[in-house]
């Protein structure tokens, strides 16, 4: 390579730099440039985080790898080339395992890395990341001039350090601390929030705009859709952030303990209650409180609710004394609450209060190629829990998963990816150095089966007394009814009552009348 080639190629990058373009964009322009100078088959650009290293982008790798997150203690390579401060090109024979390892795009075959070099990047003279060349084939690296990679190393770091720049800038006119806590906070390890699609960034962009205030947050969406991780983020991106945030299922609990847990209790206030207990709104005194399945709660724990939201004074059960209460709350609900409270089933004012800010998670399905990348980061987690060397889908796998309509979306996601991979472990004679999940490893539902009917006809009432005792066979309707709801559900109560459209509790003492609890 020459320097006047070389030169070609850095001068649209470099002009790059002054230009407002997207990151994603910037850092693709990068890769594309580095790979049509340099042969190689696949390049990276990752950033370090913490003891993580998180794909920013790829080129020439599968989709996936953008979803993973790869500990450095568990990829050797990885550690070598942070442990060096210029480049370094691994010997096409050595032995430390390749992180890319079945996750070159294109190929069904020939799989395994056999040609890796890489340099670490630094901003303000801290490591920042690395840029990563692969080949499959032995010394398709060796024409590298090592001098070539650290010119695009240091292209690089200018890069990202313009980007960062943009970013701030941009940021600055809207809260920038809360913005960047928001961020920051979504791309830990546990609370990392994956996606790239227009429907993921714009939730990204309603956290950012309501975490900054008090205002309370009603999060909707399908069962799966990861609620729970929305309203940590929101937290995070609050003032609050340094104060806990306390979580309760409201459908884990009978009516009897819902006002226990949220309120408290003092000894002797029920059978049971040798002590005193602080409720969820004591301990959240100064955070978040976090109420899931809200959606379940009682007309009445509603009305006590309520009462608490507006005042910010609480009593403890069996207790006359006030106790002040600083809380935001954020609540989360897969029903329609506006239906309920038309039905009567849900207080209107409560509804009100609780959906300040209505926040709508999309759905899997509607997130497009964000399922791969949500299938990367699962990937990895399970190639390092199974102790394999590479964990990858293949090309019919993928296109297995962008059909599918995941009715239980990332939860459900996460569950698939899972099984499959164990399964598929467990039907190798040998242990695998590469495991490639195909779409029959995958084994998903006919997502155009019919589903079971609802409730069985009038004419498939067979068993019970005749149809002329009308309590009777309205008691028999509402068995069958009940019956084939729970099935459905896998016995589950909470689900079954919202099918129905009735309140847990009292699905549950119909059950007990009808005799089937």
């Known amino acids: 390579m020459t320097a006047k080639s070389l030169l070609t190629a850095l001068l649209p990058l470099v002009s790059d730099l002054s230009r407002e373009l997207p990151e994603g964009e910037r850092y693709r322009r990068l890769l594309e440039a580095m790979r049509a100078l340099l042969p190689c088959d696949a390049a990276a650009l990752l950033r370090l985080d913490g003891e993580w290293l998180v794909p920013l ?23 070598a080339l942070l442990s060096h401060p210029g480049p370094t090109r691994f010997a096409s024979d050595s032995d430390l395992p390749d992180p890319y390892d079945g996750l070159v795009d294109g190929l069904h075959e020939h799989l395994e890395v056999h040609d890796c070099m890489g ?11 690395l840029l990563t060349l692969d080949a499959l084939d032995p010394q398709r690296l060796e024409p590298i001039e090592l001098d070539a990679l650290q010119a695009f190393a240091s ?34 390890q546990n609370r990392e929030m994956i996606g790239q699609s227009k429907a993921h960034k714009r939730l990204l962009e309603e956290i950012g705009l309501v975490g900054g205030s008090d205002l309370t947050v009603l999060i909707t969406g399908e069962t799966g859709v990861g609620k729970e991780l929305v309203a940590q983020a929101i937290h995070a991106a609050s003032p609050r952030a340094s104060k806990p945030i306390i979580s309760l299922n409201c459908a884990a609990l009978p009516d009897t303990l819902v006002e226990s847990e949220l309120f408290g209790h003092v ?42 939201l507006q005042s910010g004074q609480l009593q403890r059960l069996g207790s006359d004394q006030e106790h002040q209460v600083d809380v935001r709350l954020i609540a989360a609900t897969n029903r329609d609450l506006a239906e309920e409270v038309r039905s009567g089933r849900y207080r209107a004012d409560f509804y009100h209060r609780l959906s300040v800010y209505p926040l709508l998670v999309p759905a899997l399905r509607d997130r497009g190629r964000d399922v791969l990348l949500l299938s990367g980061y699962f990937l990895e987690q399970n190639r390092s829990r199974m102790g394999l060397g590479s964990l990858r889908l293949t090309s019919d796998a993928q296109a297995a998963l962008l ?10 996601l996460e569950h698939l990816i899972g099984r499959s991979a164990l399964k598929a472990l467990g039907n190798c004679r040998e242990r695998p150095k590469i495991l490639s999940l195909s779409a029959a490893d995958l084994d998903l539902p006919d997502a155009s089966a019919p589903v079971a009917p609802a409730a069985p006809a ?18 028999n309707y509402q068995r069958q009814l009940i019956t084939a709801c729970l099935e459905r559900h896998q016995h589950n109560w909470a689900s079954a009552a919202r099918e129905l459209g009735l309140d847990r509790a009292n699905l549950g003492r119909m059950a007990k009348r009808l005799g089937l609890k």
Not at 58 to 77: A, C, M
Not at 163 to 182: F, G, P
């Open 458 to 475: 009038p004419s498939e009432w067979t068993d019970g007394p005749g149809i002329g005792d009308l309590r009777q066979a309205t008691e």
């Open 155 to 188: 292209l690089a770091a200018a890069t990202v350090n313009a980007a960062e720049r943009i970013e701030r800038l941009a940021l600055r006119a809207e809260d920038e601390h809360q913005r960047a806590e928001v961020y920051r906070q979504a791309s830990g």
């Open 267 to 308: 000894r002797g206030a029920f059978t049971g209650a040798t002590s005193d207990r602080r409720g969820k709104f004591e301990l959240a005194n100064g955070g978040t409180l976090f109420l899931d399945e809200v959606g379940e709660l009682s007309l009445a724990v509603q009305a006590k609710l309520l009462r608490v």
């Open 119 to 129: 340099c670490p990047l630094f901003i303000d003279e801290r490591p920042w990341g």
């Open 403 to 412: 059909a599918y309509a995941w009715p239980g979306n990332v939860r459900e």
């Open 57 to 79: 982008a790829v080129d020439g790798l599968s989709t996936d790898t953008l979803g993973r997150r790869f500990k450095v203690s568990e990829h050797p390579r990885f550690a």
